[in-house]
Nanobody, 127 residues
Framework: QVQLVESGGGLAQPGGSLTLSCKAS????????IGWFRQIPGEEREAISC?????????MYEDDVKGRFTISRDTAKNTVYLQMNGLKPEDTGVYSC???????????????????WGQGTQVTVSS
């Protein structure tokens, strides 16, 4: 059974850091790309970053997080990480990881490129 389980959310001060984890089971990160998404109540889910399953593990970032967030994967642990530095109040939201069970190699930064989601973890940036 496929599962994506996020962890690492919490409260951070502006300018602070958090690292989110997305632990995958039932599939291998060598075969499936992973994306990170943020959702604020009342708004559409927004793609933040993604990492491809290809050997080069190509990464993509939404413009507002470039230079602040870093996505990476540990295939031995079957886990994808999102290191978030320089946090801003507008980064607040529920962060979810997702994949596409079709098994495409190169990730995309759009919601309709994903069809399986984790439950999400809350990130709150506030002083």
């Amino acid at each position: 059974q496929v599962q994506l389980v996020e962890s690492g959310g919490g409260l951070a001060q502006p300018g602070g850091s958090l690292t989110l984890s997305c632990k995958a089971s039932g599939l291998s990160l060598s075969d499936y790309y992973i994306g990170w998404f943020r959702q604020i109540p009342g708004e559409e889910r927004e793609a933040i970053s993604c990492i491809s399953s290809s050997r080069g593990a190509r990464t993509m970032y939404e413009d507002d997080v470039k230079g602040r967030f870093t996505i990476s994967r540990d295939t031995a642990k079957n886990t994808v990480y999102l290191q978030m530095n320089g946090l801003k109040p507008e980064d607040t939201g529920v962060y979810s990881c997702a994949t596409n069970l079709a098994g495409y190699k190169e990730c995309v930064l759009r919601t309709n490129g994903y069809n399986y989601w984790g439950q999400g973890t809350q990130v709150t940036v506030s002083s």
